[in-house]
T-cell receptor, first 110, second 117 residues
């Protein structure tokens, strides 16, 4: 079946860039998403990319998609303490519901 | 304010005692779904609904029921809860079903933490 994998934990210093990586197995994925979950809250959509794109930039966020390797990354420039959260990668193909990764906990140290 | 509201936020109960977690959205969304979040497993879909009176199983439906009598409400029912249903549950909604609107975000509730003893 479909599978989405992420590393569990990333720690960076405030002001540095963070790069969170994700791999997926379904080559028919049409949309790929990044969600942010802060403690005690639901998931907030950060950004998404359509599978025919290889890059999308939105302020401090840059999404890179390597469709050949089925690899998605989220880069956060100038990481702030408020960026500390769990980040979920998710993919969707056709009518199927979202398949989520297990989440990457980003810790930003002052 | 556009939102998805779940109740209760926290519940501790005992095995076998029926419970319902309510979910309500005020955005006139067609598509609603329930997920459970467990450590190391991410979010797994339990049930989803494409519109009123249309529901279908997700990846982990066993032990759960849902109903969609009105567009705004999508309650999750545990008829006979068991300890393996201890989890964090999220309700989500989006304007249209995935095939028609892959770029439309799902709006998530703040979660319901269930502990079944």
């Amino acid at each position: 079946g479909e599978d989405v994998e992420q590393s569990l934990f990333l720690s960076v210093r405030e002001g540095d860039s963070s790069v969170i990586n994700c791999t997926y197995t379904d080559s028919s994925s049409t949309y790929l998403y990044w969600y942010k979950q802060e403690p005690g809250a639901g998931l907030q959509l950060l950004t998404y990319i359509f599978s025919n794109m290889d890059m999308k930039q939105d302020q401090r966020l840059t999404v890179l998609l390597n469709k050949k390797d089925k690899h998605l990354s989220l880069r956060i420039a100038d990481t702030q303490t408020g960026d500390s959260a769990i980040y979920f990668c998710a993919e969707r193909a056709g009518r199927r519901a979202l398949t989520f990764g297990s989440g990457t906990r980003l810790q930003v140290q002052p | 304010e556009a939102q998805v509201t779940q109740n209760p936020r926290y519940l501790i109960t005992v095995t076998g005692k029926k419970l319902t977690v309510t979910c309500s959205q005020n955005m006139n969304h067609e598509y609603m779904s329930w997920y459970r979040q467990d450590p190391g497993l991410g979010l797994r879909q339990i049930y989803y609904s494409m519109n009123v009176e249309v529901t279908d199983k997700g990846d982990v439906p066993e032990g759960y029921k849902v109903s969609r009598k009105e567009k705004r409400n999508f309650p999750l029912i545990l008829e006979s809860p068991s300890p393996n249903q201890t989890s964090l549950y999220f309700c989500a909604s989006s304007l249209s079903r995935p095939r028609q609107a892959g770029n439309q975000p799902q709006h998530f509730g703040d979660g319901t933490r269930l502990s079944i003893l």
